[in-house]
């Protein structure tokens, strides 16, 4: 697999202080019908989503500042079998505080956020010690993962501005660390799929354009020799591995040209499927497939 550098983002902890002020600024805004409003989350109202934040922030303590987690997976499950275990877990939690006031959950949100700051201030993010579902089975830098965590509450405070009625925040300072990691769910699912006309050399570039303006490309590798290859004709036969370069290789495999807003959206599963038909998309349809259908989240894509 193709590893995450050891240096990422920097200054993550202090953008998650960021994110949570913001966060914070507008929950106290809110009229006391806003609560109930419906969200991009299935059955959670914007009340029930700031219960699943809680949820979040109580379980990344436990985690990554004492060491304890309480609800492990269990083992052996495969990818959609996860999915539904996480999922029921999330229910299970946001049913449970729904005895949580709105002034109650702002408060504790209020409580949580600096000690989560504080958590990953402490850790090392260099240390190839972490584990992000969506970009790999293998160890990643801590960076990765506490980009992971900051997403997860840039991204739900995104949904809460829709179920307002009012536009995303696109601000660069938190929006672009945040993409910065999800991209690492491309060589992944990249890598996992069986592309037999990619050759080593061949690229696939992906523009985001607007507030966050960046252009990646990912260039198809021979995969490393230790690498254990699939059976022939099963997915992923074709072993390739693709890395993230300055500058694309002598083809192009396939292109995505998105905007910031189509960006986030598509790899966190909230970008409706009208949509996701009007993208941008050229090149080999195997490859432009998989780049439809990554996503930077545990969940099948919509």
Not at 16 to 31: I, K, M, N, P, Q
Not at 111 to 131: C, K, M, N, S, V
Not at 185 to 208: F, H, K, M, N, Q
Not at 272 to 300: F, K, M
Request: charged share 20%; glycine share 6%.
């Amino acid at each position: 697999m193709t590893a995450p550098p050891a240096t990422g983002p920097r200054g993550l902890p202090d953008l998650f202080v960021t994110e949570r002020d913001r966060l914070l600024d507008l929950l106290r805004g809110l009229a006391p019908g806003d609560w109930q409003l419906p969200t991009p989350c299935p059955g959670w109202s914007v009340l029930a989503l700031c219960h699943h934040l809680v949820g979040d922030d109580v379980s990344v303590l436990s985690w990554h500042r004492d060491g304890y987690r309480g609800t492990p997976a269990p083992d052996g499950l495969a990818e959609p079998e996860f999915v539904a275990w996480l999922d029921q877990l999330q229910i299970e939690w946001v049913h449970a505080a729904r005895r949580l006031s709105p002034r109650l959950t702002i408060e504790l949100l209020a409580w949580t956020g600096p000690r989560i700051a504080e958590a990953f201030r402490l850790q090392d993010p260099t240390a190839r010690t972490a584990h992000v579902s969506w970009a790999g089975p293998d160890p990643v830098p801590v960076w990765l993962d506490q980009v992971r965590e900051l997403s997860e509450y840039w991204i739900h405070r995104q949904q809460i501005l829709e179920a307002l009625g009012r536009p995303p925040d696109l601000r660069a300072d938190v929006l672009a660390p945040v993409l910065d990691g999800l991209r690492w769910a491309y060589p992944y699912r990249l890598e996992a799929a069986d592309l037999p006309s990619v050759t080593p050399g061949d690229t696939v570039t992906i523009a985001v354009t607007g507030p966050v303006a960046v252009t990646w490309h990912l260039v198809a590798e021979p995969a490393a020799p230790d690498e254990p290859a699939a059976p022939a004709g099963t997915a992923g036969a074709h072993r390739l591995a693709w890395a993230f370069r300055p500058e694309p290789g002598p083809r192009q495999a396939a292109a995505l040209s998105m905007t910031t807003d189509e960006a986030w959206r598509l790899l966190s599963n909230n970008l409706p499927a009208a949509r996701q038909a009007a993208l941008r998309l050229s090149g080999e349809p195997a490859v432009t497939d998989v780049l439809r259908r990554t996503r930077a989240i545990i969940g099948t894509p919509q």
